[in-house]
C-alpha cells in the first residue's frame, strides 16, 4: 500500500472510530460499509496549506482525527462550490471543501456524502440552503452558526447542529478557524445555494 493509501485509509478509520463512539452521528446515519478509495483529482486551493498547518489550538480529544484529516489536505479534491462573483475573493480566500465520502468522493458511496470543511479564521460564509439534510459535526476550532429556525450558537470541537432541508444558515469565524465534518443524506446530489437569509 503507498504512503497516500495509508494517509486515507489513516483518516477513514478515525472517522469510522469517531461513528462507533458518537451517537449523534450514527443515529444520523450509517457508517458505510465496504467503502474503497478511489483515484480522484487532487486540487489545490488557498484552504489546502492552511488545514495543512493547522496544529495549535486543537482538542486533546480529538487531535488524532484532526491530525489525520491535515494529513489528506495536500491529496485531495478540493473545492468551493461558489464564484467570485457570488461570495468575493476573500471568502474564496478563506473557505474549501472537499469530499472525503460520497458519491463523487474519494472514497465512493451513494449512501451519504461526508464533506470536509474549512473556513479560516475572521470569515463569514453567507446564508444558503440546500435540499440535503445535513448535520455538522465541529473537529477543531469554533464557530458562530445561525440558522432560520433555530437559536444562535458557538460551536466548538464534538459539537453538533443540524440543518432541516432547505433550512438557511450562515457561518461566521473570528479569532478561530473552524475545521468541520458537513455530512449529507437523502437528495446530497443537489448542491448549497445561497439566500438572503
Ligand atoms: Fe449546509
Not at 71 to 93: A, I, M, R, T
Not at 108 to 128: I, R
Not at 154 to 167: P, Q, V
Request: net charge neutral; with cysteine; proline share 3%.
Amino acid at each position: 500500500m503507498s504512503n497516500t493509501e495509508n494517509i486515507f485509509n489513516n483518516a477513514k478509520s478515525e472517522i469510522e472510530k469517531l461513528w462507533n463512539n458518537n451517537s449523534v452521528l450514527s443515529n444520523f446515519v450509517k457508517f458505510p460499509k465496504n467503502l474503497f478509495l478511489k483515484n480522484q483529482n487532487k486540487n489545490k486551493i488557498p484552504a489546502t496549506d492552511k488545514l495543512f498547518n493547522w496544529n495549535s489550538n486543537l482538542d486533546t480529544k480529538l487531535i488524532e482525527l484532526h491530525n489525520s484529516i491535515s494529513c489528506l489536505s495536500p491529496y485531495v479534491n478540493w473545492e468551493q462550490g461558489y464564484k467570485e462573483n457570488e461570495v468575493g475573493k476573500d471568502f474564496l480566500n478563506k473557505y474549501g471543501f472537499f469530499e472525503l465520502i460520497g458519491p463523487s468522493g474519494h472514497f465512493k458511496t451513494s449512501e451519504m456524502a461526508l464533506y470536509v470543511n474549512y473556513l479560516c479564521k475572521n470569515a463569514y460564509y453567507p446564508w444558503h440552503n440546500h435540499d440535503a439534510e445535513e448535520l455538522y459535526f465541529i473537529v477543531s476550532g469554533k464557530a458562530k452558526f445561525e440558522s432560520k429556525d433555530q437559536n444562535t450558537e458557538i460551536l466548538s470541537s464534538t459539537n453538533t447542529r443540524l440543518h432541516k432541508s432547505f433550512e438557511s444558515h450562515a457561518i461566521t469565524t473570528d479569532e478561530n478557524p473552524v475545521l468541520s465534518f458537513v455530512i449529507w443524506k437523502n437528495k446530497f446530489e443537489d448542491v448549497s445555494k445561497l439566500t438572503k437569509n
